[in-house]
């Protein structure tokens, strides 16, 4: 397993070295765990490393209950302090209360990451354990435990899914040709899109990109879990379409339109109204669905016009050394400070959304 970069070595005093294996841990739950955060939880007796373990699956286990199941001698935790990425729920959901849990076992010293910013939770687990007479601390490597869970964070502040524009672009500024199937990238650029697709939840076309490339949008250069597949079809081009590879297989497909026109299950057909807040509502409808993070791939036209509504949290563009000459223009770039590194003969450009 290869950990983000941004995790850090240098420099770091005790806690932040427990809280730095907590979001190695917890990054072992990157499309596994649902729309749930992921969290990693270790043990610490004596200054070692006595349990540890994180959110495997969703409707599994906490972090913390599987780092205390992992003590072998239960009588230690008395006398340990227990390190998490985020603060420990305080309410019943799939699995009790991990404060109450951490309560019971009478572990004396929390510390934590960053607050969860989920209603439910909200300082109320912190709450609950200084309560009790637990020591509590908070905001060890706040920072990237917040970049670890960003789709988490931005569902449940933005009131949307964390929205990911990728697209490849030729040396000129080409996404394609009109009507033309092209292979822009190269194949190093494709398993590392497929790897991409395996860690979000949804995956975004529009009609013509589906009608034009007819893309599977699955995982299969790559092992891991197909996306949710959602295709944003406005006038309802594809009524006559059902032969496409996305309605091929067993996974669904959601089709978004003004458009009322039938699909077979398990896809199912939105029909939306509101022209003027259409890709809004479209979010809204994801996140309804649990969906905390859509991983954008075309056409050009979409990505522009999630651009223009400021409807995204990262762009990751691949350019290849290739021209077209003539073809679909590529998006225009926000200006916003961007970082790039090379996939073989592939630049790959990566931009934040700063401006929500």
Request: hydrophobic share 35%; with cysteine; charged share 20%.
């Amino acid at each position: 397993m290869q950990f983000t970069t941004y995790f850090r070595t240098a420099d770091m005093n005790t806690e932040e070295l427990y809280m730095q294996r907590c979001l190695q841990l917890a990054q072992l739950g990157l499309g596994k765990v649902g729309s749930n955060p992921m969290v990693g939880s270790v043990i610490v007796h004596d200054g070692k490393i006595i349990g540890e373990g994180y959110h495997q699956f969703f409707g599994g286990p906490h972090a913390e209950v599987m780092a205390v199941n992992s003590v072998i001698d239960k009588s230690l935790l008395s006398q340990s302090t227990l390190y998490v990425n985020l603060e420990p729920c305080s309410h019943t959901g799939k699995t009790p209360p991990c404060s109450t849990f951490i309560i019971e076992k009478k572990i004396p010293n929390v510390i934590i990451g960053m607050q969860d910013p989920f209603s439910k939770v909200n300082g109320a687990g912190i709450m609950a354990l200084e309560k009790a007479g637990v020591k509590v601390k908070v905001g060890i490597l706040e920072k990237e435990c917040i970049e670890l869970n960003k789709r988490f964070i931005c569902a449940h502040t933005k009131n949307r899914p964390y929205i990911i524009l990728k697209w490849a672009q030729s040396a000129d500024g080409k996404t394609g040709k009109i009507n033309e199937r092209v292979q822009i990238s190269n194949p190093a650029s494709k398993v590392l899109t497929h790897k991409w697709r395996s860690e979000e939840m949804a995956i975004m076309v529009g009609a013509n990109t589906a009608l034009v490339d007819n893309p599977s949008l699955d995982v299969r250069e790559w092992n891991g879990k197909n996306p949710l597949k959602v295709i944003i079809d406005r006038e309802g081009d594809l009524k006559d379409h059902h032969h496409l590879n996305l309605f091929k297989g067993e996974d669904s497909t959601l089709v978004f339109s003004t458009q009322d026109f039938k699909l077979n299950p398990p896809h199912k057909t939105f029909i939306i109204d509101e022209q003027s807040h259409f890709m809004n509502i479209v979010f809204q409808k994801l996140l309804e669905f649990g969906i905390t993070s859509c991983f954008v791939e075309g056409g050009s036209r979409l990505h522009q016009s999630l651009i223009n509504e400021n409807l995204w949290d990262e762009i990751r563009l691949f350019q290849s050394p290739q021209k077209l000459f003539e073809g679909i223009q590529a998006p225009t770039l926000p200006t916003l400070p961007s970082s790039s590194v090379f996939i073989e003969d592939n630049t790959l450009t990566t931009i934040r959304n700063r401006n929500i």
